[in-house]
């Protein structure tokens, strides 16, 4: 599968609760077909910044381009209209996996009476996870059935069904032992084989300069660090980060 280029700005934002700066000037460019990784410390500015990428919350000050076109997003609906979507770290897991799969999306089989197409929609959400390597024998069992691995797959492999072309993942293999860590790693390098534009919260450092293109350092709702993988290594991103 191969999607258009789909290009991310923002410039100069800033982001304050009351008293408390989240995020001070703080830029970011990102690109299709990359891994962006942004690194920090609890605090640092990492959701914040990610909740303004994906609609959640509205910069104070700065710009927001998408394609090199400004744009104000006012809600999380508006940015994955838009083909930008988030896989959150505490995902939430209900009903049973193919229900799971197209929940808020269910294709039906009468629009008057909203009878929901099950056949239809347990083909696709089986046909949609193999792509992945993920092979569900029974998508009418409970989703939250799944290991932490197949969860965090299942939520890409939705995200990418329904249209995202920018996809945020936060923290993906936190929680995971080494071999579903593994698994996890291998989709996301996946993604950007598919020319997916993916920006990647992480605390691993070591597993972020494996996978990643770019790297941004926030530090006290500052960028502190901006380099190309070319330009540095986990060691010196450990360095800035520490220091």
Known sequence: MQVDNNHLHLKNIYKSFGNITALNDVSISTESGKIHCILGDNGAGKSSLVNIISGVFQPDQGEYQLNNKLIILKSPRQAIDLGISTVYQNLAIIMNIYRNFFLGNEPLKNTFLKTIDRDYAIETTI???EKFDISIKDPERPAGELSGGERQILAISRALYFGAKILILDEPTSALGVKESNKVVEQILMLKAQNINVILVSHNIDQAFQLGDKFFILKNSKMVGDFEKSE????????????
């Not at 540095?232 to 220091?243: F, G, H, P, V």
Request: aromatic fraction near 0%; charged fraction near 25%; hydrophobic fraction near 35%.
């Open 127 to 129: 046909t949609e996870l």
């Open 232 to 243: 540095t290594s986990a060691n010196k991103l450990r360095t800035i980060l520490e220091n």
